[in-house]
């Protein structure tokens, strides 16, 4: 009777250490879902404190801009834009949102510091929108359609959900 009772804890102890170990959201990741559908295209998997770049060619002066951005607990802060001419929309000068430097090669880089819960971005037809995340590089006009929209947030995955779904990078 005792070595049942033993038996039955220990299969109870197994199988809920199985359960736990594939249905326990546990694994941060940057999801990319289609706006404003609700079904991700991928995900990448991140770490907290980690940094990411979306590359894109600005609209008006056709010249690189790089955002990036760093993966928080609860969301994404956009830290930083570096860019090399001024465009409309760009910042032109230090205000109280954020601090304009020219660095010694020239490129302007503008420092926010900026939580945010995600970013949604349209992607363009010549914009050439990219992520690049650990030296990897992503074109985002392979997932989305030009003229559509993107979300990219940071969401807890279990082990089950990775398992069936998409890995990007």
Same mark, same amino acid.
């Given at each position: 009777?005792?070595?049942?009772?033993?038996?039955?804890?220990?299969? =109870?102890?197994?199988?809920?250490?199985?359960?736990?170990?594939?249905?326990?959201? $546990?694994?941060?990741?940057?999801?990319?879902?289609?706006?404003?559908?609700?079904?991700? =295209?991928?995900?990448?998997?991140?770490?907290?404190?980690?940094?990411?770049?979306? !590359?894109?060619?600005?609209?008006?002066?056709? /010249?690189?801009?790089?955002?990036?951005?760093?993966?928080? @607990?609860? !969301?994404?802060?956009?830290?930083?834009?570096?860019?090399?001419?001024?465009?409309?929309?760009?910042?032109?000068?230090?205000?109280? @949102?954020?601090? =304009?430097?020219?660095?010694?090669?020239?490129? =302007?880089?503008?420092?926010?510091? /900026?939580?945010?819960? $995600?970013?949604?971005?349209?992607?363009?037809?010549?914009?050439?929108?990219?992520?690049?995340?650990?030296?990897?590089?992503?074109?985002?006009?392979?997932?989305?359609?030009?003229?559509?929209?993107?979300?990219?947030?940071?969401?807890?995955?279990?082990?089950? @959900?990775?398992?069936?779904?998409?890995?990007?990078?």
């Amino acid at each position: 009777m005792q070595s049942k009772k033993k038996c039955f804890w220990m299969v =109870l102890g197994i199988g809920l250490s199985v359960w736990f170990l594939f249905f326990y959201p $546990s694994m941060r990741v940057l999801r990319l879902v289609p706006y404003p559908a609700d079904t991700p =295209l991928g995900y990448i998997r991140v770490s907290r404190g980690e940094t990411f770049t979306l !590359g894109f060619i600005h609209s008006v002066n056709r /010249r690189p801009v790089w955002d990036t951005l760093r993966i928080e @607990e609860n !969301g994404l802060v956009i830290v930083s834009s570096r860019f090399d001419a001024f465009g409309a929309g760009m910042p032109e000068t230090t205000n109280a @949102e954020g601090t =304009l430097w020219t660095l010694s090669d020239g490129t =302007l880089l503008w420092t926010v510091n /900026r939580p945010v819960p $995600s970013i949604t971005l349209r992607i363009g037809w010549t914009a050439d929108h990219t992520l690049t995340i650990r030296g990897k590089t992503l074109r985002l006009a392979q997932l989305v359609e030009p003229g559509k929209a993107l979300t990219l947030d940071v969401y807890t995955m279990t082990l089950f @959900e990775t398992m069936k779904g998409n890995r990007l990078l």
